[in-house]
Structure formats: structure tokens, C-alpha cells
């Protein structure tokens, strides 16, 4: 059966997802489809299934039922180089001897690298510049503050050219300096690849100016759409059983949207 | 000092430990960083244990502790992937299990083992030309394993974003428990079952202290290894001491120079 075609395919599929983990259901029913080039944030409170989501769309986490694509295929199938990840950094081994450099080539490589070659010691260096983490490079990680990490793991994650980059809550121990300058590499980076982002944050501010859709996620799929929509107060009462007032923030945003 | 070098026993001596200290400095760092320094210790007991099996059936104990010491090392690993208890609980109820196993068979052998003794302490300078083959044969399947070298220390950073790039990182632990366990059988042998761990994690260790990359930690395992045992072998000739400890002693010092060396500020 041949069925029309709607335009491009989307960078990410889900029908009828649902993760249980023995009795604990992580997500249930959850349908979406992420159009290419789109920046999604993904919202929802603590234990809400985002960051497994993300492990589902990496592959690191089977689905109980229910279908995902990423990039057109199945996560297990897809060419891992298709895709950049940014993991939480406040996980990063400190003990580990690393250079910034041998972090952004593990990108390149799929491997830690003992030595790295000079075509692979020229590209590292370009992904580093691009987020101006260039000084960086044969500095050891270990003693990376936030920000600094952020810029190489961004660095990392760009340096294999991504169709698809996925941040898993970025913001996290930055300053807001660091922050508005973690959203211009974002937003850099798009223009000049088309790529989708997928980015788990807590900010619902950041999201809203910064997003071109949102995903409101408490196990089930609460919203899904532009962030004037999917953030809408219904929305955000359901997911967090409040609005705006414990965290200080309200509902008014305002303002426009990507200024 | 050159005429020590001269000695038959004193050259299989140096040959075995200087396999050892390359063995033990490859897979050092990942025992380290991998947060197992307990591992090399638990494995070692586990291997008495199927040292005392062997001498109970009457038959080369090495070819019951390797199986044995294998088993006991894929069981860590499985128990650390699968339940929902730490490497290092996992390490302790194995251990225990298996020494004290391997001392109900001691006891059902009903007649003075002194050989068990000398799996205790170990006897490099009893190296046998069998024992020297079955390092280098550890030595050649190391060797085999050079190109997983870059994805076994992808996963040892982070084995999440391993395992995101494709990195079979649970087939990896058990290939990687299985080697450090015929490693540490084999060390065993020329150390003792009380120092077998130190080989593992001391020079790693030491090496981490000024090193700023994991392939500097590697080639400084190693070296300290290889200086350590030289030098080890050596002085417990000179001295009269025992050379597994000298050599371990030995590792030690170089660890706490490094230390206070290069410590943090």
C-alpha cells in the first residue's frame, strides 16, 4: 500500500511509544513527529521520562511497544555519526585524564584516540573555534568550569556534522552569560546545517523564546506545537500540576519569540 | 650487579615479571578508572580457590584456576550489569564465596598443603618454563586486543556516550573481566595472591599522577612496571628479600614520590 507522501520526512517518529522498567512506567502511548530543522525543548517535572526519551531516540533504551524512528529508520540502525549528543556534563569523570582535544576527537572517532592525526587535529581545532573553545584544546578537562565543558562538549557534538543534535539539559551550572552564548552556537549551527535539535531543559523562559516547538511530557504527551500552544497554561497545570508561581516564573511571557 | 643477570633463574625471573608489568600496566588504567582497584584482589582470592580445587583433584592447579577465576570474573560482571547491587559489593561477595570454597577444599584434601602456601606469597624466582609460556601466550591474546584499545577506553570515560556511538560496551566488560582474571592467575603464580592486586593498580595509579592523557597513563603503567620489577628483582637478590614484595614496595615508592610530586593544588 502506497501512501502519499506529505512532505520531508520527520527527524523523529513515535507511535504509541511506551518504557516500563519492571512495574515503573517511564512513558506511555506517546505520539509525535518532529519535522527536520525544527528546535524542540522538551519540558515536564522530575521523572516526567525525558531523559529517557532521549535514550530511547540514542537507542540506549529498548520501547516496550509502539514504534520510534529517527532520521527515517529505527534507533539501533541509524549511523550513529548522524547524530550529536550532549549529555549532562556534571556526570563527567573528573579522574579521567583527557584532553579537550581527545574529548571533541571521541566525536570524530567513535573511540577515545591515543594519538590524533593531523587531518583529525585540524577539524578538532576548527569545532573548538567555532564555539570559541580554541584555547582549549590541549587543556585537561579536569579543570573545565561548567561553561568550558559546555563548549567542548558542544564542540564534540558538532564536529561529526549532525543531522540531529540532542542536549540533555545544557543550561545546567552555566551562568546566563554562558547560557544566551550556548543558544547563539545552537541557533548558528541550524542556520548553517538545517539540522534538528532536541533539548531537554527545565527553563520554560528559554524554551519559549528559543524553541520553535515544545514537547510538555509528564509520562504521557501533555503538549505538543509551537511553544505559544503547547505551553499554554491548561498544559503546564497538567504537567506540573501548577503554573509559573513555584519557579518564579509567569506565564506572560511576552516579548518576542528568537529576538 | 650484572652477574645477577647471568643466573638461569634470575633471567626467567625478569622475563616473567617484565610480561607481567606490560600486562598489568595495559590493564591497569581501566581497572583504575573504571573505579575495580578491588577487582585484581578479588580475583586473586577467587584464583586460591580454584588453586585448592586443583590440588584436592590432584591435577596442575593453574588449569583449575584459570576456568575457575574466569567463571568468578564473568559472575562480578554479571552481577554488576544485572542486579541492582555495586562492582565493589559484587567483588566482596565473590571473593569471600570463593576463598572460602577453596578452603573447604584445602580442608577435605586432608593432608598438609604446603603448595597452597606458595600460591599465598608466589615465587617469581620459581618461575617455571611452563609459567613462561603461559605469560607470553596472555602477552600474544593482549595483543590481539590492541584494536578495541580505543572504544574499551571510550567506555571507560563514558559509557554512555559509548554506547550511544555503538560500542558493544556490556560484551566489552566481560571480554575485559576475562583477560584482567587470566592476568591475575598468572601474576599470581610469581607474586602471591596478597600482592597480585598491587601490579594492577599501583603503577596505573603512580602514572595518573603526572600523566594528562589516558595513552600517557598507559605508557606510564607500564613504565613504572618495568623499572619497578628491574629494580625489584634486583635489590631482593642483594638483600636477600622477597622479591614480589621488594617489587611491590617498590611500585609504592614510586607512587608516593609521584604524589607528593604532582599533587593537586
Known amino acids: 500500500m502506497n501512501e502519499p507522501r506529505r512532505g520531508p520526512e520527520p527527524a523523529v517518529e513515535l507511535r504509541n511509544l511506551t518504557v516500563r522498567f519492571g512495574d515503573h512506567l517511564a512513558l506511555e502511548d506517546v505520539n509525535l513527529a518532529v519535522p527536520p530543522g525544527a528546535f524542540v525543548a522538551i519540558v515536564g517535572p522530575n521523572g516526567a521520562g525525558k531523559s529517557t526519551l532521549l535514550k530511547v531516540l540514542l537507542g540506549l533504551v529498548q520501547p516496550t511497544s509502539g514504534e520510534v ?15 550529536g549528543y550532549v549529555p549532562q556534563f556534571k556526570t563527567l569523570d573528573r579522574t579521567f585524564p583527557a584532553l579537550a582535544e581527545d574529548l571533541v576527537a571521541s566525536g570524530l572517532r567513535r573511540a577515545w584516540p591515543g594519538r590524533l592525526t593531523p587531518e583529525e587535529r585540524k577539524r578538532v581545532r576548527a569545532a573548538l573555534e567555532r564555539v570559541g573553545a580554541g584555547h ?49 552556537l545552537l541557533e548558528d549551527y541550524q542556520k548553517e546545517t538545517g539540522a534538528t535539535l532536541l533539548m531537554i531543559t527545565h527553563d520554560w523562559e528559554a524554551a519559549y523564546h528559543h524553541a520553535t516547538h515544545v ?45 | 650487579m650484572l652477574e645477577v643477570w647471568s643466573l638461569p633463574f634470575m633471567q626467567r625471573a625478569l622475563v616473567a615479571g617484565l610480561i607481567m608489568a ?31 580445587l586443583g590440588l584436592l583433584l590432584g591435577v596442575e592447579p593453574l588449569w583449575v584456576a584459570v576456568p575457575f577465576t574466569a567463571a568468578v570474573a564473568l559472575g562480578i560482571t554479571w552481577v554488576r550489569e544485572r542486579t541492582h547491587i555495586r562492582g565493589d559489593t559484587a567483588v566482596g561477595i565473590f571473593f569471600a564465596f570463593s576463598m572460602a570454597l577453596g578452603i573447604v577444599f584445602l580442608s577435605l584434601k586432608r593432608e598438609y598443603t604446603a603448595e597452597a602456601f606458595t600460591y599465598l606469597f608466589g615465587s617469581i624466582l620459581a618461575v617455571t618454563p611452563a609459567d613462561l609460556w603461559a605469560s607470553a601466550g596472555l602477552l600474544a591474546l593482549t595483543a590481539l586486543t590492541l ?29 575485559m573481566a576475562f583477560l584482567i582474571a587470566l592476568v591475575v592467575v598468572v601474576a599470581m603464580k610469581l607474586v602471591g595472591l596478597l600482592l597480585v592486586a598491587a601490579f594492577l593498580v599501583i603503577p596505573a595509579a603512580a602514572a595518573r599522577q603526572w600523566t594528562r ?16 620489577v628491574v629494580a625489584g628483582l634486583a635489590v631482593s637478590y642483594s638483600y636477600d628479600l622477597p622479591s614480589g614484595a621488594t617489587i611491590v ?17
Do not use: K
Open chain 2, 147 to 175: 584494536p578495541l584499545w580505543g572504544r574499551w577506553a571510550y567506555a571507560t570515560f563514558d559509557r554512555e556516550l559509548a554506547a550511544a556511538d555503538r560500542v558493544p560496551v556490556m560484551l566489552d566488560d566481560y571480554l
Open chain 1, 136 to 184: 582549549l584544546m590541549g587543556r585537561a578537562v579536569s579543570r573545565f568550569s561548567g561553561g568550558e565543558l559546555q563548549r567542548v562538549y558542544l564542540a564534540r557534538a558538532f564536529v561529526r556534522r549532525p543531522e540531529l543534535v540532542m542536549l540533555d539539559e545544557p543550561a545546567t551550572g552555566i551562568d546566563v552569560l554562558g547560557e544566551a552564548d550556548m543558544y547563539r
Open chain 2, 249 to 265: 614496595l617498590l611500585q609504592a615508592l614510586v607512587f608516593t614520590v609521584a604524589a607528593l610530586a604532582f599533587r593537586r593544588r
Open chain 1, 69 to 83: 524512528r529517527v532520521l527515517g529508520s529505527p534507533p539501533s540502525r541509524v549511523d550513529p555519526r548522524r547524530i
Open chain 2, 22 to 52: 606490560l600486562l598489568a600496566g595495559y590493564y591497569g588504567p581501566f581497572v583504575v578508572q573504571r573505579g575495580l582497584s578491588f577487582l585484581g584482589s578479588g580475583l586473586a582470592h577467587a584464583a586460591f580457590g580454584g588453586v585448592a
Open chain 1, 215 to 259: 514537547i510538555v511530557l509528564n509520562r504521557r504527551l501533555i503538549g505538543f506545537g509551537p511553544p505559544e500552544r503547547a505551553l499554554s497554561e491548561r498544559c503546564l497545570r497538567e504537567a506540573f500540576g501548577h503554573v509559573g508561581h513555584a519557579h518564579g516564573i509567569s506565564l506572560s511571557f511576552g516579548g518576542n519569540r528568537h529576538a
Open chain 2, 213 to 228: 592523557t589516558f595513552l600517557g597513563m598507559v605508557l606510564g603503567a607500564v613504565g613504572v612496571g618495568v623499572v619497578s
